[in-house]
C-alpha cells in the first residue's frame, strides 16, 4: 500500500512534515513525502510540467497525507494553490484521504474537518476518518496521535485495502 504525504508548507522540513510521517508511521504505511514548497513559482504556471509530475505522484498513492499548518483559521493558501491543480471530483477519485492540520492553540481544532476535508473530498476522495488536528508544541508527545489512529486507524487501512482489490 503506497502513502504520500502532500505538505503545504511554506517552510520546509517543519513540524507539519514531521506530524505526517508520524501519522503515516502509525498507520504502518510506507510515506513518499511531497513538499509543495519545493514545485516553487510552477505552482502558478498551469502547463509547468513538474507540477503535473507531483500531481501525478500523488494521484498513485493509495493514501494521501494532507497536512498543512494552521494559518488565519484554515490551511495555508500554499497547499490550495496545488490542490487547484487536480481536477474537480475525478483528481482524488478512489483515493482515500486523511487531513492533517497543526496549530498553536485549540481554537481551531475543527480545521482539518471543516476547512481541509471538503476540498479533498470535493475532488473525489474517500475520507473515512475524522481529520486529526494536533498542537505544535505537544504533538510529539501527548496522546491525540495514539487516539487517532486508535479510532480510526482500522478504518483507513480497510478502505485504502479495498482500494488496491479493486
Ligand atoms: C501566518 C500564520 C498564521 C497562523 N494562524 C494560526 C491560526 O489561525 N491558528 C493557530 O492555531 N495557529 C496559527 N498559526 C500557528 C501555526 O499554525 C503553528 O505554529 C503551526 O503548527 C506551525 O507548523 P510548522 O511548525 O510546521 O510551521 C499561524 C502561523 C502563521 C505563520
Redesign the pocket.
Known amino acids: 500500500m503506497k502513502a504520500v504525504a502532500v505538505i503545504g508548507?511554506p517552510?520546509p522540513a517543519?513540524?507539519?512534515?514531521?506530524?505526517a510521517e508520524r501519522l503515516a508511521a502509525a498507520l504502518g504505511l510506507d510515506c513518499e513525502v511531497l513538499e509543495v514548497a519545493e514545485l516553487g513559482a510552477g505552482l502558478l504556471d498551469r502547463d509547468a510540467p513538474h507540477v503535473t509530475a507531483a500531481v501525478q505522484r500523488v494521484q498513485a498513492a493509495d493514501v494521501v497525507i494532507a497536512a498543512s499548518?494552521?494559518?488565519?483559521?484554515?490551511y495555508t493558501g500554499l497547499l490550495k494553490l496545488f490542490l487547484d491543480r487536480f481536477p474537480t471530483a475525478t483528481g482524488l477519485a478512489g483515493q482515500v484521504a486523511v487531513p492533517l492540520?497543526?496549530?498553536?492553540?485549540?481554537?481551531?481544532a475543527l480545521?482539518p474537518e471543516l476547512t481541509l476535508k471538503p476540498v479533498l473530498v470535493e475532488l473525489g476522495a474517500t475520507c473515512p476518518a475524522q481529520g486529526l488536528y494536533?498542537?505544535?508544541s505537544t504533538y510529539t508527545s501527548d496522546s491525540a496521535l495514539a487516539r487517532f489512529t486508535g479510532q480510526w486507524g482500522r478504518t483507513i487501512l480497510s478502505a485504502a485495502t479495498l482500494r488496491t482489490e479493486r
Open positions: 508548507n517552510k517543519s513540524r507539519t512534515r514531521d506530524a499548518p494552521t494559518y488565519k483559521g484554515t492540520m497543526l496549530g498553536a492553540g485549540p481554537a481551531h480545521a494536533q498542537l505544535d
